[in-house]
């Protein structure tokens, strides 16, 4: 059975920091590449990052980039984001998602979710 699990958030003031992680089992996490997805309250779902099987791809939407910080531990099987410079606005529940198929690219397409955990920004 395919388990995600985010740990991590928490309430946090303006400009300060958060690293997020994301227990995988049920699966080989080194063969898919994994998304965060977060949503904030009464918004829809916003993509905001996403790493390749392997590490050495990474994207983020604009509105993270230069701030947030994605990656994985393999052996560990376990995803991260680390988020700098934190804004009110990214206030939100986060969600890590797995690719829903195995190989070296991203595809985007998320098959699996965690329940997410809760990041507040404020002062």
């Known amino acids: 059975e395919v388990q995600l699990v985010e740990s991590g958030g928490g309430l946090v003031q303006p400009g300060g920091s958060l690293r997020l992680s994301c227990a995988a089992s049920g699966f080989t996490f080194s063969s898919y590449a994994m998304s965060w997805v977060r949503q904030a309250p009464g918004k829809g779902l916003e993509w905001v990052s996403a790493i390749n099987s392997g590490g050495g791809s990474t994207s983020y939407a604009d509105s993270v980039k230069g701030r947030f910080t994605i990656s994985r531990d393999n052996a560990k099987n376990t995803l991260y984001l680390q988020m700098n410079s934190l804004k009110p606005e990214d206030t939100a529940v986060y969600y890590c998602?797995?690719?829903?198929?195995?190989?070296?690219?991203?595809?985007?397409?998320?098959?699996?979710w965690g329940k997410g955990t809760l990041v507040t920004v404020s002062s």
């Open positions: 998602a797995k690719d829903w198929v195995a190989g070296p690219y991203i595809t985007y397409g998320m098959d699996y």
